[in-house]
């Protein structure tokens, strides 16, 4: 039933290690996201892909790598963790936006990520 | 530097007040601005959105106002509800960006019953 899900919900590593979170969405949509919200709440795309492509890499470290095996899943790999990596990542999808249209992006219920 | 601007940080209304949010933003070439709605423990979610060609939009007691000229928008929340307690977020879209969101930096909102 769930329309975007992320697992894990919590994962907590140590700092150097390398960890993978996974998204899944069930809504037939184009497009996956991932946001970064830190320890304020501030939201910020990290990535997009579009039909398995990626269209949007922002200013992210080259620890971190999207991989998308088909349009349904988008996966987060982020390699050597540090301390500042601990943040909520949210995984979120939308209809294709280079239709011309602006889709609503609906967002999963987030990986809680602490690096120690 | 933040693209769109978001006040107050937080907020707190008595049951059955109005409650206001305010954002701004930089860029003109942002042509869909939505309001994302977030409870703890949960991803955001969509609550409201306008176009920049519209300068106001209601849906039930959710009400954006929207100043082209300004460059500035809000949120009105009319009859607040306890239930209504939670992060407000405001955005704005560039469509010929991959339907990016660039997100203010959030409104904490408690409702007092």
């Known amino acids: 039933d769930t329309a975007v899900s992320q697992t894990p919900k919590y994962l907590v590593t140590q700092m150097g290690n390398d960890k993978s979170i996974k998204c899944e969405q069930n809504?037939?949509?184009?497009?996956m996201y991932w946001y970064k919200q830190d320890s304020k709440k501030f939201l910020k795309i990290m990535f997009s892909?579009?039909?398995?492509?990626?269209?949007i890499n922002e200013t992210v470290p080259n620890r971190f790598s999207p991989k998308s095996p088909d349009k349904a899943h988008l996966n987060l790999h982020i390699n050597s963790l540090e301390l500042g990596d601990s943040a909520v990542y949210f995984c979120a999808s939308s209809q294709d936006p280079l239709s011309g249209r602006v889709g609503t992006q609906y967002f999963g219920p987030g990986t809680r990520l602490l690096v120690l | 530097q933040q693209q769109v601007k978001q006040s107050p940080q937080s907020l707190i209304v008595q049951k059955g007040g109005i409650s206001i949010i305010n954002c701004a933003y930089e860029?003109?070439?942002?042509?869909?601005f939505p309001w994302y709605q977030q409870f703890p423990g949960k991803g955001p979610a969509l609550l409201i959105a306008i176009r920049p060609d519209v300068s106001e939009k209601k849906e039930g007691r959710f009400t954006i106002s929207f100043n082209k000229s300004a460059k500035q928008f809000s949120l009105h929340i009319m009859d607040s509800q306890p239930g209504d307690s939670a992060t407000y977020f405001c955005a704005a879209v560039r469509g010929n960006a991959g339907n990016m969101l660039t997100f203010g930096g959030g409104t904490r909102l408690m409702v007092k019953p």
């Open positions: 892909y579009n039909n398995k492509e990626l269209i």
């Open positions: 809504l037939g949509h184009d497009t």
């Open positions: 860029n003109t070439a942002f042509d869909y």
